[in-house]
């Protein structure tokens, strides 16, 4: 069954702290976005890649926060330094195509103290 | 104005009722809609996409009117395990920007 992977699952850490978050997309979407879900936001697009390339990351804060594909298997987000507002879950997914549905990783909820 | 916009609810039903979530969206260049489904800390989950015509899958029907850019979702008969978090989603396709979450409608179904 095949499923979007994401690390950690939980991850706490103290503010000024580098966090990185990984993704594994299914095999052969070429499309991955990045989410940040809080209560008061709702589900916020941070960036998205197709074919490993960086499409819109528009959603990020750029000082602290960086999204890259080193591989079609591999997504990082990470954010230096972390800071407490970044308490969040922040999800990956994944699609098959331009216009398709995403399929969605478990999350990795991100507790900044 | 934000791009994909629902009423947050909640809704609270009983078991049986029939519900209709309404989502709409301002970006009239939109080409994709979909309904996820989101349940208490976990990921959101795909429910169904919306064709033009519109389309039904067991109790949900889901319709899409683009002169009025809105889409919406009709659950029939609903049953306690429909209770969740339920998100419109837009696919915008202009500028590369894709896949746009509403901040979710919550239905809670009661016995």
């Known amino acids: 069954d095949a499923r979007v992977t994401q690390t950690p699952r939980h991850k706490v850490t103290e503010m000024g702290q580098e966090v990185t978050m990984r993704c594994q997309p299914i095999?052969?979407?070429?499309?991955v976005f990045w989410y940040r879900q809080t209560m008061m936001q709702g589900l916020e697009l941070l960036a998205y890649?197709?074919?490993?390339?960086?499409?819109?990351d528009s959603g990020m804060p750029k000082d602290r926060f960086s999204a890259e594909m080193p591989d079609a298997t591999l997504a990082t987000l990470k954010i230096q330094p972390s800071e407490p507002r970044d308490s969040a879950v922040y999800f990956c997914?994944?699609?098959?195509?331009?216009?398709?549905?995403?399929?969605f990783g478990q999350g990795t909820r991100l507790t900044v103290v | 104005r934000k791009e994909v916009e629902q009423d947050p609810g909640p809704f609270n039903v009983p078991e049986g009722a029939t519900v209709a979530f309404n989502c709409t969206y301002s970006?009239?260049?939109?080409?994709?809609f979909f309904w996820y489904r989101q349940d208490c800390r976990k990921e959101p989950k795909l429910l169904m996409s919306?064709?033009?015509s519109g389309n039904e899958d067991g109790r949900f029907t889901a319709q899409l009117n683009r002169a009025s850019q809105y889409i919406s979702l009709l659950i029939r008969d609903s049953k306690l395990s429909d209770s969740a978090t339920y998100l419109c989603?837009?696919?915008?396709?202009?500028?590369?920007?894709?896949?746009?979450f509403g901040a979710g409608t919550r239905l809670t179904v009661k016995p």
């Open positions: 997914a994944s699609g098959p195509r331009r216009g398709a549905e995403a399929f």
């Open positions: 095999l052969g979407h070429n499309t």
């Open positions: 890649f197709r074919n490993r390339a960086p499409l819109d």
């Open positions: 970006n009239s260049a939109s080409q994709s």
């Open positions: 919306v064709y033009s």
């Open positions: 989603v837009v696919n915008a396709q202009y500028n590369n920007n894709d896949m746009r």
